[in-house]
């Protein structure tokens, strides 16, 4: 970490968080859920213009009353959906060239926040967060590449502490503690108005 144990610093996405033992045997297996061979998911993808899907797990989304709602997020050739999982249908989605950075903690945790500059933030759930992330950062150079913007990378942070755009009018700040125990404790917290926790672009 720098200095300031707070601030926020940018590094290579592989090889400078944890990850659990389990983690390493595990398959990219793309569209492991088949949505693109569900016939009400797929019609629902169709309409936002998704040929392809890459990627799909379970997931859960922190809504701004504290509610955590179960979310497919499935990673495709035009951005990030969030599918609801009762309904199919689709209750958020990033296009490729909106999706500004992902923030995640250093520690073996499945929580991470998709930041989008001109929109709010989500903050989700994935035990598949790895691999969903490594998929994003592949599509989003495709994207880029497909539009002639050259080459780059998806940001990707890991810190032990983060904030996104929860809403509009509502900054939020995610903590990681390692337990005596050895696992992660996750605390999220409004940030007040006018206080300054972090080197936040925002």
Known sequence: ??????????????????????????????????????????????KHGVSS??????ALKLNHRNELKRR???????????MDETTRRIRRKFAWKDLGEVRVSVFADDF?????????DTLLACNRKTEAIVAMREMWKRD??????GAGELPVSATER???????????LVSFTRADDGDVDVDV???????????DPR
């Open 162 to 172: 983060f904030t996104y755009r929860a809403s509009a009018a509502r900054r939020r």
């Open 53 to 58: 899907v890459v990627f799909s797990a379970r």
């Open 1 to 46: 970490m720098a200095d300031d144990p707070h601030a926020v610093v940018l590094r290579p996405f592989l090889g400078v968080k944890e990850r659990r033992r389990s983690s390493f045997a595990k398959r990219l297996l793309g569209d492991d859920l088949g949505v693109a061979k569900d016939a009400p998911s797929a019609r629902a993808l169709a």
């Open 144 to 149: 880029r590449a497909r539009r002639g913007w």
């Open 112 to 120: 991470f926040a998709l930041v989008a500059p001109d929109e709010y």
């Open 189 to 199: 917290v409004d940030v007040v108005e006018g206080e300054d926790v972090l080197d």
């Open 72 to 82: 497919l997020l499935i990673v495709t050739d035009v951005g990030v959906a969030l």
